[in-house]
């Protein structure tokens, strides 16, 4: 049988899908103009996260296009029901057509899906039988899409512009000079960080969004590191 195209007629759906068509588009040729080439030409970036980016980015959109034109599991109009298998289909109340078990009528498409999930705005399509796999998929590339991106945006912003700041304002000699304090000063403990911040010493609380933050007192030789 071969690959029909379902499409569905609903505004709706599609400006949830232009929506996420454009922040794809912005975030395709944002990121790589803003953090990846200039980083790239710096040399702090190898070719390969470039490439890692484009082929999420790819494998996102090809997911995104192939679950919101793949036919769901539409039924025929006549389906044929193999007299052995008659017990296992009903008649829907809404169309008036036979259908088998565990398929539902989708109201914004107009007819019965095989085992229906749900009809999704986002990708203006019903997620069914013959193309639950391509939601999943879709759900697992914006997933690596999205951390791919949250984690270029931490790298740029809390790694390479001080390191670029460090380069340009700080010479040889005060990066020594600098490097031989940081070796001599106490280092804080990761838990006095985490207390600090979260206001308690009790770890568990850490995780409470229900409470109120009380200031813990910092020692004077950590505070000075501020």
């Given at each position: 049988m071969g690959r029909r195209i379902h499409f569905v007629v609903d505004p709706q759906g599609w400006c949830c899908m232009g929506l996420i068509i454009f922040v794809w588009l912005y975030n395709t040729i944002f990121i790589p103009k803003v953090i990846l080439f200039p980083h790239y030409e710096e040399g702090h970036i190898s070719v390969l996260a470039i490439l890692c980016y484009y082929f999420c980015s790819l494998f996102c959109i090809a997911s995104l296009l192939?679950?919101?034109?793949a036919d769901p599991g539409k039924l025929p109009e006549n389906p044929k029901i193999p007299i052995t298998e008659r017990e296992y289909w009903e008649l829907c109340n809404k169309c008036n057509m036979m259908?088998?078990?565990?398929?539902?009528h989708c109201s914004r498409c107009g007819h019965c899906v095989r085992r229906m999930d749900h009809h999704c705005p986002w990708i203006n399509n019903c997620v069914g039988e013959d193309n639950h796999w391509l939601f999943l998929q879709l759900c697992f590339y914006?997933?690596?899409?999205s951390s791919y991106t949250l984690i270029l945006d931490f790298c740029h912003y809390y790694y390479f512009l001080p390191l670029k700041k460090e380069n340009w304002d700080t010479t040889s000699i005060e990066k020594m000079s600098n490097c031989c304090e940081d070796i001599s000063r106490p280092r804080k403990p990761w838990q006095q960080t985490f207390s600090e911040v979260f206001g308690t010493h009790w770890k568990i609380l850490w995780f409470i969004p229900f409470r109120q933050r009380q200031p813990l007192?910092?020692?004077y030789h950590f505070a000075n590191q501020v």
């Open positions: 192939r679950a919101s034109v259908r088998p078990k565990r398929s539902h914006t997933q690596i899409l007192r910092v020692p």
